[in-house]
């Protein structure tokens, strides 16, 4: 069975340009996570899919990161224009409803760096 | 708010030595915990949640609510127990994680 997949391994750009990170759960889970870990702090949610449908967005830290999933398969988080602060590693990951509490697969991450 | 506190950035033990990662919460409900572990240059994966009461390559973590704890545990380490660890706390009912800011633990020779 193939994990979960996350595009680029690692991307560097320069602070106003846009990056698209790409997330690719395990197939049959409904439920898609990402979350980020800044330099020295925790891993933080961001937003939670069921399928298609954003349930849960209130990680995201601001309008310029913009999460869709079209078609409830994978999912792209864009940030747009990219700040220094948003360098970090982004995990995305997936889990099965189980109705109990989630127990989450999580892909290599994508690295970002904003310079 | 919630909120999971892990007081030490690095534990560094011998093999064979017990260990005992500590992990406090913070939450007025009833919360699932979990011990999450990252080995080198691998993921992040799910090493044991407290509803399972299970013993994962010999750490157990029991949630002790008067002290809001989860604190991993096993007797006798091992070199390859060398890693990150995160606990991390759902609310019941939810599925957004809340970590920690993680343990690295090293186990020499």
């Known amino acids: 069975e193939a994990g979960v997949t996350q595009f680029p391994s690692h991307s560097v750009i320069e602070k106003g340009q846009t990056v698209t990170l790409r997330c690719d759960p395990i197939?049959?889970?409904?439920?898609l996570y990402w979350y980020r870990r800044v330099m020295g702090k925790e891993i933080k949610f961001l937003l939670h899919?069921?399928?298609?449908?954003?349930?849960?967005e209130s990680g995201m830290p601001n309008n310029r990161f913009l999460a869709e999933r079209t078609g409830g398969t994978y999912s792209t988080l864009k940030v747009q224009p990219a700040e220094l602060e948003d360098s970090g590693v982004y995990f995305c990951?997936?889990?099965?409803?189980?109705?109990?509490?989630?127990?989450?697969?999580f892909g290599a991450g994508s690295r970002l760096t904003v310079l | 708010a919630q909120r999971v506190t892990q007081p030490e950035k690095l534990l560094s033990v011998f093999k064979g030595a017990p260990v005992e990662l500590k992990c406090n919460y913070s939450?007025?409900?009833?919360?699932?915990l979990f011990w999450y572990v990252q080995y080198s240059r691998q993921r992040l994966q799910l090493l044991l949640r407290?509803?399972s009461r299970e013993s994962i390559k010999g750490f157990t973590a029991d949630l002790n609510k008067g002290e809001t704890s989860f604190h991993l545990k096993k007797p006798f380490a091992q070199e390859e127990d060398s890693a990150m660890y995160y606990c991390?706390?759902?609310?019941?009912?939810?599925?957004?994680?809340?970590f920690g800011t993680g343990t690295r633990l090293q186990v020499f020779p």
């Open positions: 197939s049959g889970h409904d439920n």
């Open positions: 990951a997936s889990s099965q409803d189980t109705g109990g509490p989630p127990v989450l697969t």
């Open positions: 991390a706390l759902s609310r019941y009912n939810t599925d957004k994680l809340i």
């Open positions: 939450y007025s409900g009833s919360p699932e």
């Open positions: 899919f069921v399928k298609e449908s954003k349930q849960d």
């Open positions: 407290h509803i």
